[in-house]
């Protein structure tokens, strides 16, 4: 994995603990606010929460998945499919872009090519011969569960600088944000 030496990511000795200096990672003690540039533009954007929201989870997803996209030859969208088809069989591109936010165009691309890689079947839908239901492949399994493992470990890295009872709130949060989508956002945005 790729160190970086940018000021903005490494925390300052006032907020190592200790107990962590003998250890391999240095973890903050505070939620202190990122200074400098990158603390400049976070906290100086007239869209606060959604900027820093962006930004943190750019810097989980672009680097993960592109490390896929090289290592294993699949998309984007054909990694959002899997990791959906994984947790859940017998759907439809529809109801992936519904969940995972992503253009259909895009995901029915993606389901094009994983099928033609034999990751995933189609099969009509015996109540609606118009739906075609989507069912991962025990090769599509076998990918998944390739590049899964660094995926949680990304996440286990970004989440590090909380405790568990910060780490139970924010997941709290984030799933009263998530359920509150369908408030805010308008139907056929995607």
Known sequence: MRTSNKSHMRPKKSQIRQSDVAGTRAVPTAAAPPTGKVGAVLGGTEIKIAYKIGYILNFYREPSFRRIEMQYGITR????????????????ASDICEFSGHLKANISRGIIALERKKLLRRETDPADNRRQLLYITAAGRELYAKYIPALREREHAMLTCLTAAER???????????????????????
């Open 77 to 92: 969208p054909e990694i959002v499919t899997l990791i959906f088809l994984n947790f859940r069989e017998g759907v439809t």
């Open 168 to 190: 139970r709130t924010f997941e709290s949060l984030l799933d009263k944000l998530a359920a509150h989508v369908p408030q805010w956002a308008t139907p056929g945005e995607l």
